[in-house]
């Protein structure tokens, strides 16, 4: 059971910790602002009430004696972008939602963490002497003016192994440790990694059904055929809504393009951006443009029914899979790449600044859950460690690439080794799309493509016809069967990820893989 914090602070503003004091065990108080933690079965539970300043950020340290040459492990805020890693000690590094503590060789390993679904935006340090949990419970970039409502901000918990990835799973299970509605196999095909959004109608998306259900060869499981962005106006840029109608004279009926759709065998999937709207409404937030269109405010009621109504047309025109994207971006103005101390820059906030970010988020997501139904839904830019239960699939990484094979193996590669523990346990993951064009090596795409399908993760496929031959064909179609049939028995382990970032070597059932990331000058540097 894990003990009370040594100590507890509290930021009220944009300032400094305060240190808060405790006449009672297990409450602490400092400038109007009350904190509590309580150990229950599920963990340790940390509530706060915010006083008249409001509250900002909530720290709870223990005392613990870290390793000399541990290596620590985080997660990231939203999808990881290729910077996942083990490293040697750095205190002032932001772990966000869980941290893995283990030696310089690996063997026993300690995890501390925090239940999904939190009421704040949680983060770990770990210096020589402590560990920190740093709850982030600010209303977009200010304090959050909660009144006397007592927040719900996380429940602490922690898990140890004999092994760093057998450590990494067993914190997975207690952070949710929910029964996952049954999803089965996710496998399909996606045109993003050869349209990118432009030059594509009815037919191309039909010819990608047919091509995905030709490599599934019957199997009992039917793979989707998703249509990403493009079938809107402003295709390629990831226009917003109205979602009503497809682009005009091209997708002019959307119902009956999932039914030609699911007349090939394969089963239809959407793309849409939730939060991003091509017409200003009622919904938006005022005097602010995104891109090209005015993001929604997802703490408004009216912008959450415009989200289901979307969700609700989706359904009843027939798509049986729906992505949603964009939406961590369309709230804070950010992506998490470069892997930022926190996902709000200070100053800014939405409509109401009586919830957290956190609680905003969880309410987003469950809208679209409560509104898809048994409809399979896959965030992308979206916080797993909030969505988990509430999105089907989960994105885990930042694009790979039909241009660039570097893209691949930076994000795809790292985000599939260091997100796998959370597989079938917050979701199922997705390290995206395989790609198959001209433009990339197809001898390294179908290693990409081989651990994929071993690994029973989520295996989306982005096949231009021009890069089509007889060993393409027959490479996809060995991996979407096994794929299909839920990869490995035993599934893929990561064998040497405490000493890289893109893990060449994997456990594979019985077997230890090796994999070739490298092209022939190596790894080309990339900048995120």
Wanted: contains cysteine.
């Amino acid at each position: 059971m894990l003990s009370l914090p040594d100590s507890v602070h509290v930021m009220t503003g944009d300032t400094r910790p305060h240190t808060a004091a405790s006449a009672t065990e297990g409450v602490w108080t400092v400038r109007g602002a009350q904190v509590t933690a309580e150990p229950t079965p599920d963990g340790l539970r940390v509530c706060a009430r915010a006083g008249t300043e409001g509250l900002s950020r909530i720290v709870l340290r223990w005392r613990h004696s870290t390793p000399e040459g541990a290596r620590i492990l985080g997660d990231a805020w939203e999808r990881g972008y290729g910077d996942l890693q083990w490293r040697t000690l750095q205190p002032d590094r932001a772990l966000p939602w869980y941290v893995l503590i283990t030696g310089p060789s690996g063997g026993t390993t300690t995890g501390w963490g925090v239940r999904t679904r939190a009421g704040a935006l949680c983060s770990w340090t770990v210096d020589e002497g402590g560990i920190a949990l740093w709850a982030d419970v600010r209303s977009g970039g200010l304090p959050v003016l909660s009144g006397e409502r007592i927040l719900d901000v996380a429940t602490v918990v922690t898990a140890a192994g004999p092994t760093p990835f057998a450590t990494h799973e067993a914190l997975c299970t207690v952070m949710n440790p929910d029964q996952l509605p049954a999803t089965g196999p996710v496998v399909g095909s996606n045109n993003w990694y050869y349209a990118y959004g432009r030059g594509f109608g009815p037919d191309a998306v039909l010819r990608d059904a047919r091509t995905v259900v030709e490599y599934a060869d019957g199997h009992p499981v039917h793979p989707y055929c998703v249509i990403d962005d493009g079938w809107t106006e402003g295709g390629g840029s990831a226009p917003g809504g109205p979602w009503d109608t497809g682009l005009p004279g091209v997708f002019d009926d959307m119902a009956d393009m999932a039914s030609r759709i699911a007349e090939t065998g394969a089963r239809p999937g959407l793309w849409f951006r939730p939060l991003l709207s091509r017409t200003e409404t009622a919904a938006v937030r005022p005097g602010l443009l995104r891109d090209t269109g005015f993001p929604l405010d997802p703490s408004l009621d009216l912008a959450l029914e415009t989200v289901a109504e979307d969700v609700t047309r989706f359904r009843r025109w027939g798509y049986e899979l729906i992505k949603h994207d964009f939406s961590t971006y369309d709230v804070f103005g950010r992506f998490a790449a470069g892997s930022p101390a926190e996902l709000a820059s200070p100053g800014w906030s939405l409509a109401d600044r009586s919830v957290t970010s956190a609680e905003i988020l969880v309410r987003l997501y469950r809208t679209i859950a409560e509104a898809a139904g048994d409809t399979v839904v896959i965030g992308c830019n979206t916080v797993g460690h909030l969505s988990a239960g509430m999105v089907r699939v989960q994105r885990s990484g930042d694009d790979t690439s039909g241009r660039d094979w570097e893209r691949t193996r930076r994000m795809g590669v790292n985000t599939l080794a260091f997100r796998l523990a959370q597989h079938n346990r917050f979701f199922t993951v997705d390290a995206d799309c395989v790609p198959c064009t001209p433009e990339t090596d197809w001898n390294l795409n179908r290693q990409f493509l081989d651990l994929v399908a071993r690994s029973g993760t989520a295996l989306f496929v982005s096949v231009d016809p021009a890069a089509r031959t007889d060993r393409t064909d027959t490479d996809l179609a060995a991996a979407v069967g096994l794929a299909l049939d839920g990869g490995t028995p035993g599934g893929v382990e990561p064998l040497d990820w405490l000493s890289t970032t893109a893990p060449r070597r994997w456990r594979a059932g019985p077997e230890t893989l090796v994999y070739d990331w490298a092209e022939p000058w190596g790894a080309a540097p990339l900048t995120v």
